[in-house]
T-cell receptor
């Protein structure tokens, strides 16, 4: 398996624009997680899914953030409208239950 | 609720010296504990994990960690640091129900020549 695949690796966008981050989890993993990493706040769990269903989105910072998982092999994290303070590295991870999370390489988002 | 505390946001050692990165956790149930490593511009990679059984666990790159229930600790060690060990290290615990990983704030390891 190629591991968790995220795209794009880097994204630069202007404030106010919509940004969509994509993730393909490892086949057979029931859980999918979206994390955000910044210098100030470290690794924050934004939302996670179990069998494509959102279970806990309490970490999503604002209504500008939304995430979907239309099927077992694809998830998106959308920010609309984007703001400079959204600049961070966004990680997607997947796992079977009770096992360590497998991380993608991350998407570095810069909002100017 | 589970939580993880990593003591020291930065640790600096000389090449060949002992590496000790500290991690304490809180959990109301027996935890699963992990150490991850993150190299620059990379995702997090699992170093080692403790689930059940032997309390001393060995991981990749010569690292090991010992689960001490009485101290609620899971410190990471390596006898001899190498320049390639310079990275950020995260301690983590899986919460009750075993689904959501809770991460510590991370410790950046610097290795001096």
């Amino acid at each position: 398996d190629a591991g968790v695949i995220q795209s794009p690796r880097h994204e630069v966008t202007e404030m106010g624009q919509e940004v969509t981050l994509r993730c393909k989890p490892i086949s057979g993993h029931d859980y999918l997680f979206w994390y955000r990493q910044t210098m100030m706040r470290g690794l924050e769990l934004l939302i996670y899914f179990n069998n494509n269903v959102p279970i806990d989105d309490s970490g999503m910072p604002e209504d500008r953030f939304s995430a979907k998982m239309p099927n077992a092999s694809f998830s998106t994290l959308k920010i609309q409208p984007s703001e400079p303070r959204d600049s961070a590295v966004y990680f997607c991870a997947s796992s079977p239950p009770g096992v360590q999370a497998f991380f993608g390489q991350g998407t570095r988002l810069t909002v100017v | 609720a589970q939580s993880v505390t990593q003591l020291g946001s930065h640790v600096s050692v000389s090449e060949g010296a002992l590496v000790l990165l500290r991690c304490n956790y809180s959990s109301s149930v027996p935890p699963y504990l992990f150490w991850y490593v993150q190299y620059p511009n990379q995702g997090l990679q699992l170093l080692l994990k403790y689930t059940t059984g032997a309390t001393l666990v060995k991981g990749i790159n010569g690292f090991e960690a010992e689960f001490k229930k009485s101290e609620t600790s899971f410190h990471l060690t390596k006898p001899s640091a190498h320049m390639s060990d310079a990275a950020e290290y995260f301690c983590a615990v899986i919460n009750t129900g075993g689904f959501k990983t809770i991460f510590g704030a991370g410790t950046r390891l610097f290795v001096k020549a």
